[in-house]
């Protein structure tokens, strides 16, 4: 896959974004809502560490994160999972929220992403965005949706105690340079959408559906915080 580095450059000129960095405050805000009808376990990961925090978000309350302004990572929920809960992957999907703080001219990139599977329903939307700050695009501090997850093939479903609690991707079922972007497949030109990858687009598409879906579902802003919203 790209380095991060190449393709924030790339998107950076897609959004026509400078490649001076303004000031940034210390810290940026994250608030998660949760309008399930159930209580939900979630969990922050912050890139390049292995320990996550996970805390329970009871139906119709929030929780907000004060984070710093370069933070990078993801955060994702579970139904009734507040301890010991599995990370988000291929053999535990979970739909994500995924941030890069100030990561090219002092904007925030961020999406929604079921590229490894998904479980919930989500959105982000911006607080306080500066929209022509950020490029003046559709993309420009947008407000990435899915109100309802895609059906899920039964070939992917994963279930537990006779309930699906999640939906793999293709790449995770099945390991296939061509599903996951590998080998041959490692560039914007060789990898693109699959039969599975197209029916999430079709659904959500303003989601990540594949490895290299970028220029239809990362968003850029300048903003003081996100708010995740669960089962929007």
């Known amino acids: 896959m790209l380095s991060s580095s190449f393709k ?3 998107l950076a000129a897609f959004f026509g974004l400078s ?7 210390d810290s940026v805000s994250i608030v998660v809502k949760n309008q ?18 996970t805390v329970r978000v009871g ?11 370069n933070w990078q990572g993801r955060l994702w929920g579970r139904k009734d999972c507040f301890e010991n809960c599995p990370m988000a992957g291929a053999a535990s999907p979970a739909s994500l929220a995924e941030f890069n703080f100030k990561a090219h001219a002092g904007m925030d990139f961020y999406d929604v992403s079921f590229v490894d599977g998904f479980n919930l329903p989500m959105s982000i939307s911006p607080i306080n965005g500066n929209k022509q700050q950020s490029g003046d695009t559709a993309y420009s501090c947008g407000s990435p949706l899915c109100s309802a997850v895609p059906s899920c093939p039964s070939d992917l479903q994963v279930i537990e105690d006779g309930e ?8 995770s079922k099945y390991g ?12 914007p030109q060789t990898c693109s959408t699959n039969i599975y990858s197209k029916a999430v687009k079709e659904t959500c598409p303003q989601v990540y559906s594949f490895a290299y879906d970028d220029n239809t579902s990362t968003y850029v802003c300048q903003a003081s915080g996100y708010t995740i919203t669960f089962c929007p």
Do not use: I, M, R, W
């Open 59 to 69: 139906a119709g309350s929030s929780k907000t994160y004060t984070l710093s302004s």
């Open 8 to 10: 924030l450059v790339c």
């Open 19 to 25: 490649t001076a960095a303004p000031a940034s405050s």
């Open 36 to 53: 399930c009808g159930y209580d939900l376990g979630v969990t922050k990961l912050t890139s390049g560490t292995s320990s996550a925090e």
């Open 164 to 171: 699906v609690v999640g939906c793999q991707s293709a790449c």
């Open 176 to 187: 296939t340079d061509e599903y996951c972007c590998a080998g041959a497949f490692n560039t």
